[in-house]
C-alpha cells in the first residue's frame, strides 16, 4: 500500500494522475498499478479523463503521531510500543509476536491497523476488517498470575470500551455477556483476548479489540449476524481519536488488573448488561438452557434463573440469546 498516495488521495478531492504520480514518487504506470491495489483493498475510487482520481467520501487515515497525541499522560507512561500497520493479518497475531520479542512488565505493546486479512473473531470465526474503516486494536501485558489471574478481564475489557465510546458521545453502547459491545440487538465490536506463555505462572496476555466504525457497503456480506457501526450512532470520531481513548480506558485497566480483579467491574456491567432480566437460551453444544438473565457472579460467570434456581455459566461454549 503506498501511503504518500493514500495521503493525498485520503481528502476526497480530485487529483490528476500526474500530481499522483509525483505525490508518490513513482511512474504513471507505477502509479496505476498503486491504484488498483487500493481498488483491491476495497478502497471506492473514481477516476474521469481529463479531471483525475478521487476516493469517494475522501478516507480518515492513521497516523501514530494522532493517537500518541491524543493519550492522557497516565496512558503514555504506560505505552511500551505502538505500531499503526497498514495491512496484516491480525493485529492480535502481531501483538503475540512482538510480546514474544520485546514484552516489558508493566509496559503495553499496542498493535493498530488499517485492514485485517485474518481478523479473529470468537469461537474461530473471521472478524470483518476493511480498509480504513473501523478499529482494529490489541494491546499486550505481562501478568504474573497466569490463567487464573485473568478471570472476568474480557469484562472489565468492555467496560472500559463502552466507557471510551460514551467520553466521544455514543451514549447507545450496551455489553451483552460475555463480551459483545452492542446497541439494542446489534453487535457494534468484539473481544478476544489471548495468552500465551506459562498459564499457571508468568504469561503474556493480547486483549483485542474490534469495533465496526464506519463499515462500508461492500464488506456487509462477510458478517452473519445483526451488526451496526458508531457512525450509525450519530457520531463520527476520529479513529485515532478513538484508539487512544480505548487505551487512555484500558492501560489503567491493566495496570490495576492482578490487585483489582473484576469486583470493582462487576456493578459497572451489569448497570451495562443489555440483556438483563430478558428471557435468554443459553447454548451448550446441542444442550439449550432456557432461563431469565440475572447478571454475572463476583467471577463474571452469568447467571441464569430457571425452574430449578438461579445457575452459573462460564465461558467457551455458552452463547445466549433472546427467546424468540
Ligand atoms: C468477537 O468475535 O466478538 C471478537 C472480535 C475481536 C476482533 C479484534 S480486531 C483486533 C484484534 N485482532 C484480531 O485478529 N481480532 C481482534
Excluded at 185 to 214: F, Y
Excluded at 268 to 294: C, F, H, S
Amino acid at each position: 500500500m503506498n501511503t504518500q498516495l493514500l495521503q493525498v488521495l485520503a481528502d476526497g478531492e480530485w487529483h490528476s494522475g500526474q500530481a499522483l504520480a509525483d505525490a508518490a514518487g513513482v511512474s504513471r504506470v507505477a502509479m496505476w498499478k498503486q491504484l488498483q491495489k487500493l481498488q483491491e483493498a476495497g478502497v471506492t475510487l473514481e477516476a474521469v479523463k481529463s479531471v483525475g482520481h478521487r476516493i469517494v467520501g475522501g478516507l480518515d487515515l492513521l497516523t501514530d503521531a494522532d493517537v500518541l497525541s491524543a493519550l492522557d499522560p497516565a496512558t503514555e507512561n504506560l505505552m511500551g510500543e505502538l505500531q499503526v500497520l497498514q495491512q496484516i493479518d491480525s493485529t492480535n497475531r502481531v501483538c503475540q509476536e512482538v510480546m514474544g520479542d520485546r514484552a516489558q512488565p508493566g509496559k503495553a505493546i499496542v498493535v493498530s491497523a488499517e485492514q485485517q486479512t485474518a481478523g479473529r473473531g470468537r469461537r474461530g470465526k473471521a472478524w470483518v476488517s476493511p480498509y480504513a474503516r473501523n478499529m482494529y486494536l490489541s494491546v499486550g501485558w505481562q501478568v504474573q498470575g497466569g490463567a487464573a489471574a485473568l478471570q472476568g478481564l474480557s469484562l472489565a475489557i468492555g467496560v472500559a470500551v463502552v466507557r471510551a465510546l460514551q467520553d466521544l458521545g455514543v451514549a447507545t453502547a450496551q455489553l451483552k455477556w460475555p463480551n459483545d459491545v452492542v446497541v439494542g440487538r446489534q453487535k457494534l465490536g468484539g473481544i478476544l483476548i489471548e495468552l500465551t506463555g506459562d498459564m499457571a505462572g508468568p504469561c503474556s496476555v493480547v486483549v483485542g479489540m474490534g469495533l465496526n466504525v464506519n463499515m462500508p457497503e461492500y464488506a456487509q456480506d462477510g458478517i452473519d449476524q445483526a451488526w451496526t457501526d458508531v457512525y450509525q450512532q450519530g457520531v463520527k470520531p476520529a479513529r485515532a481519536a478513538l484508539i487512544a481513548g480505548v487505551l487512555n480506558q484500558v492501560l489503567p485497566l491493566l495496570k490495576h488488573w492482578e490487585q483489582s480483579g473484576f469486583e470493582p467491574w462487576r456493578e459497572a456491567w451489569q448497570t451495562l448488561d443489555a440483556y438483563r432480566d430478558q428471557p435468554v437460551n443459553i447454548l451448550m453444544g446441542d444442550k439449550r438452557i432456557a432461563g431469565t438473565e440475572r447478571g454475572v457472579d463476583r467471577d463474571g460467570a452469568i447467571q441464569i434463573e430457571t425452574t430449578t434456581g438461579v445457575q452459573s455459566f462460564h465461558g467457551g461454549e455458552v452463547s445466549l440469546r433472546p427467546q424468540s
